[in-house]
């Protein structure tokens, strides 16, 4: 009562000099909280292209792809992990081995050989209720050949391509240091705009090796004798994430093929919307293979967190320390620099080979 007496006197009596001097401070704070808030949105863009582009900022409890990402991006406490689908382990799923052995010629020995994979005859694939499209090949790609896919990884980001630094008129080049501090995405060949969220008509030719991956990949799956022209590797630092999208501005049917290297994820695979049901939570591992195809094209998927997770008290579902993955250096002749290696032991590098133009 005292207060608001003595309030409403101030306020009526308050020299004007005052009053100026408080609007022009309460004008210089918010003009600084916009700039901060500018800065920080840039900086959630560069941390995650597709932060905010998918409806995941509504907030009605509608979004339940959104509870889901929220759940595992959370590290303090660390989440429950223990329904995160190992496709190796998993009752739930069916799988197969990919070649029977009249199959396998020596061309597709020789081409997995020179790409680093596993021998044909080892290739399984897993697959999905209610994913129709959707198949994951765990450990497809050697673990000693990780660094060397990884190498390219770094390699891929020096211009001419571009890179999320190449707005900022900045380069791996240049500034190596930005290999481990800034890089966030480098798109090849024809090359994805993330502002128009549309490709070109068309642009330079991928990497051979990728070429050839993409299209090996699709024939062993019997999904079409896909044509490679274009790839978008996503690099994860630590605490990286990749909020939900749709992948759907490529122009033909060819399937994408998504190559993890480095830490674990997790991998979230919805439906068409972001609402109707919560999405499945899978691991994705180094020389990991997902392959979405057809109507799996069109789904909202996103990665909320990659790295381990740390122990909880009493949750048996949490990664353990030994889960995280390790990389040492190869042995032999084969010149690798340490921070290859590094970059291995804590990040996370994901290729998506993709088709934009039809046959
Ligand atoms: O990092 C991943 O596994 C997913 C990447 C992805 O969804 C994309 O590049 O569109
Ligand atoms: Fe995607």
Redesign the pocket.
């Known amino acids: 009562m005292l207060l608001s007496i003595s309030g409403s006197l101030w306020k009526h009596t308050k020299p004007n000099w005052i009053t100026e001097n408080w609007n022009f401070c309460r004008n210089i704070s918010a003009f600084m909280m916009k700039e901060v808030a500018r800065e920080m949105e840039i900086k959630e863009k560069e941390i995650d292209q597709y932060a905010g582009s998918s409806g995941e900022d509504s907030d009605d409890g509608s979004n339940l792809f959104k509870a889901v990402f929220k759940k595992y991006k959370k590290r303090k406490p660390p989440p429950d992990v223990s329904d995160v689908i190992d496709v190796k382990s998993s009752s739930l799923l069916q799988s197969k081995l990919v070649f029977s052995t009249d199959e396998i010629t020596s061309e597709t020995t020789s081409l997995a050989e020179r790409l680093g994979l596993i021998a044909p005859s080892e290739w399984r694939v897993y697959w999905f209720p209610d994913r129709i499209g959707l198949y994951l090949l765990p450990s497809l790609l050697r673990k000693e050949k990780s660094t060397m896919w990884m190498k390219r990884a770094f390699k891929y980001a020096e211009p001419p391509n571009i890179t999320n630094l190449t707005l900022h008129g900045k380069d791996v080049l240049t500034d190596p240091t930005l290999l481990t501090k800034g890089l966030r995405w480098t798109t090849l060949g024809v090359e994805y705009d993330w502002n128009s969220k549309e490709y070109p008509p068309n642009g330079r030719p991928v990497p051979e090796e990728l070429y050839q991956l993409g299209n090996l990949i699709s024939r062993s799956l019997k999904l079409g004798d896909m044509k490679p022209d274009a790839t978008?590797l996503?690099y994860y630092p630590p605490k990286s994430a990749?909020s939900p999208?749709v992948?759907k501005s490529e122009r033909s049917a060819a399937p994408l093929i998504?190559m993890?290297l480095g830490q674990t994820?997790i991998?979230l695979s919805g439906t068409i919307d972001l609402s109707s049901e919560p999405p499945i939570p899978i691991w994705?591992r180094n020389g990991d293979f997902?392959i979405m195809h057809g109507d799996q094209r069109l789904v909202y998927?996103a990665?909320p967190c990659i790295g381990s997770i740390p122990k909880r008290r009493g949750n048996r579902g949490s990664m353990m320390d030994e889960d995280q993955e390790h990389f040492e250096p190869p042995r032999g002749n084969d010149d690798v620099d340490q921070s290859i290696i590094d970059y291995l032991n804590s990040s996370r590098v994901?290729f998506?080979i993709r088709q934009v133009n039809p046959n």
């Open positions: 978008i996503n990749l999208h992948d998504s993890s994820a991998y994705l997902l998927h990665i994901n998506t």
